[in-house]
């Protein structure tokens, strides 16, 4: 599924990666424990968290992860923002829980990565 019909799906906020929405998502993954995001081995993966900050973005670019979902409604600063454009990673805002965002998701047909 195309990252942009899955963001429209979940009510959510493009904030950056705009040039990426048209990539395919295959497989998903839900965490706030940057360093269970640290053993995921496969590329291309979209990250479901509500951890919003700086440490999160670094923490998907060390392990190749090019799109971000920040539910329970965390809104992106412009720090993350900045990091996460340098970095070319989709990051979109959802207002929903991750136990949801995730339920939808895996609805869509999206794999779980475990």
């Known amino acids: 599924m195309k990252l942009?019909?899955?963001t429209s799906k979940i009510e959510g906020k493009v904030i950056t990666g705009h040039s990426l929405l048209e990539n395919e998502v295959e497989y998903a993954f839900a965490s706030d424990l940057?360093?269970?995001v640290l053993t995921v081995d496969k590329e291309d993966i979209l990250l479901i968290?509500?951890?919003n900050n700086l440490q999160t973005?670094?923490?998907a670019e060390m392990a190749e992860i090019r799109f971000i979902i920040f539910a329970r409604n965390k809104k992106v600063n412009?720090?993350?923002?900045?990091?996460?454009e340098e970095n070319n990673i989709a990051v979109i805002e959802c207002p929903w829980s991750v136990f949801k965002t995730s339920g939808v998701i895996y609805q869509l047909g999206i794999?779980?990565?475990f």
């Open 4 to 6: 942009s019909e899955l």
């Open 34 to 36: 940057m360093s269970d």
């Open 78 to 84: 412009c720090d993350i923002k900045e990091l996460a």
């Open 49 to 51: 968290t509500g951890l």
């Open 111 to 113: 794999k779980p990565l």
């Open 57 to 59: 973005i670094r923490t």
